[in-house]
């Protein structure tokens, strides 16, 4: 079967390439000509374990390309994998699916199922039909189908070889014959059902999770108030296997490119049908707020960040990933620098992205050590690895004054109070160095 896929991000690359991997020959497409050059050489533009090396072994397979027209062509199946990002008033922005869908429909030569894997509202998948139907240059078949995608950054290929299920949306027969031979030798449950319904099952599964932490960190805030542990708590509550252990850690609230902009886009969805999705409202909120939680903690120790050193301890959204999208650092720093803070910064590959987003005057640091050396306060962004396997006495050691605010929980409340610094996370106690008599 000849495919093509339209967007080499995160979901279109990770989904060409594990295709591939599966003995399909691949076509990939992207508008970015930068970005395609540097895949032909069998090297991927974003960082996701593990994906260079399925890349550089499946090459003879893939092929990397700007020039639509031709990998649309003589295509079978198509899937559309460019970005859906948020609107200012929360809805979803389709202009690239909609871009996408007007190139194919000028450049198929034969019949065709076009597979939107892109998050989009539900309807949407009518609409492109109608939308290719009118603008289809030869007389062909076009077939849309949605197949929603539901891997994670920075396991991204795991993910996809190893799905949890793959979602399949047709409206006729014929797609989803063609979809289940695309997928055949993937091993994860199959569900075919009709395309809003796939539609819904993706914003659901995101809104869903986004919301289990929005409720994990109100409790979270609650156990600080209270005198619980909230990391007991949640353990305690994943037992039962009704709630799960999963997504259920605290922390300075959820980022990256897609549960922000999902739950807004479906909350947009409810209300334009005149249907109020009050929780997902509410997991919002909290979140919103959740970001300025270890700010609002460190006001205790100093009145604003005027003058002191700041040391921030990973930029990305989370770990294993290079992205920033709606990272909790890009609304925390620039605080730190309007205040007037000499700004030190450390991730083990998220600088050059934030660089991209934040023109601030940052120093970064090749190591964690250097980046805590003399400074007043650290903040902590991201669990990376090299993060939570630090000894706590480092923070002693380097720092002027060793307050550690900590927005991803890394290290147990002992091992803190014996490295004799003041450290505060969320929905634990803060621990303080023993007083001297
Ligand atoms: N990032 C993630 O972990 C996941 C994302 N999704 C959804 O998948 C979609 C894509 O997300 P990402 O991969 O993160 O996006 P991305 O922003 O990383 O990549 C989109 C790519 O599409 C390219 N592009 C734009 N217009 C194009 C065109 N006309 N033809 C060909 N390429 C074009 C861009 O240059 C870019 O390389 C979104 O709807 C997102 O919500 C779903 C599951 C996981
Ligand atoms: O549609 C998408 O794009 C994807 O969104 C998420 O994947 P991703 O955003 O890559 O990362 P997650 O691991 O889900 O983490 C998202 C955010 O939630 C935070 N999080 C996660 C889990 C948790 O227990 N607590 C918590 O605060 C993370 O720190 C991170 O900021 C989903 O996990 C994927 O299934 C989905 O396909």
């Not at 989904?15 to 000509?33: F, K, P, R, S």
């Amino acid at each position: 079967m000849n495919i093509a896929v339209a967007g080499t991000g995160y979901v279109g690359l990770v989904t060409g390439v594990c295709l591939a991997e599966h003995g399909h020959g691949v076509t990939c497409v992207d508008v970015d000509q930068q970005k395609v050059e540097i895949m032909r050489k069998g090297i991927s533009p974003i960082f996701e374990p593990g994906l260079d090396e399925l890349m550089l072994k499946n090459m003879e397979r893939l092929t990397f390309t700007t020039d639509y027209k031709a990998a649309y062509r003589e295509a079978d199946v198509i899937f559309i994998g460019v970005g859906t990002p948020e609107k200012r008033d929360g809805s979803a922005n389709l202009t690239y699916v909609y871009e996408v869908a007007g190139q194919i429909a000028a450049s198929i030569e034969r019949d065709c199922v076009v597979v939107v894997k892109s998050t989009v509202p539900i309807g949407t998948n009518d609409k492109i039909e109608a939308y290719m139907k009118a603008r289809l240059a030869h007389p062909v078949q076009v077939w849309i189908a949605s197949n929603p995608e539901f891997l994670a950054q920075g396991t991204a290929v795991q993910d996809t070889l190893h799905a949890s299920r793959i979602v399949i949306g047709v409206e006729e027969d014929k797609p989803g014959v063609i979809l289940q031979e695309v997928y055949k030798d993937f091993d994860a449950p199959k569900l075919l059902t009709n395309r809003r319904s796939a539609e819904m099952i993706k914003y659901a599964s995101n809104d869903f999770l986004a919301l289990k932490i929005s409720y994990v960190n109100e409790i979270a805030n609650l156990c600080e108030t209270v005198g619980a542990d909230i990391e007991d708590v949640t353990k305690g509550m994943g037992f039962d296997g009704r709630i799960g252990n999963q997504f259920l850690r605290a922390g300075i609230g959820y980022g990256g490119s897609c549960f922000p902009k999902d739950t807004k886009a479906l909350s947009w969805l409810a209300s334009f049908n005149d249907n109020e999705i009050k929780t997902i409202k509410a997991a919002i909120e909290v979140n919103e707020n959740q970001k300025y939680r270890l700010i609002k903690k460190a006001r205790k120790y100093y009145e604003d960040f005027k003058g002191l050193t700041v040391a921030v301890l990973g930029l990305t959204f989370k770990p294993g990933t290079d992205d920033l999208r709606e990272a909790p650092s890009l609304v925390n720093i620039p605080v730190f620098l309007e205040d007037g803070a000499i700004v030190k910064a450390w991730d083990p590959v998220g600088v050059g992205n934030f660089k991209k987003k934040c023109d601030g005057d940052i120093s970064y640091c090749e190591s964690i050590e250097e980046t805590l050396q003399d400074a007043d306060i650290c903040f902590i962004f991201t669990e990376w690895p090299q993060v939570k396997e630090l000894d706590p006495h480092i923070f002693a050691a380097c720092m002027k004054h060793p307050i550690i605010l900590d927005g991803r929980n890394c290290y147990e409340l002992e091992r803190m109070e014996q490295a004799g610094v003041i450290y505060e996370s969320i929905g634990r106690r803060a621990v303080q160095p023993a007083k001297e008599n």
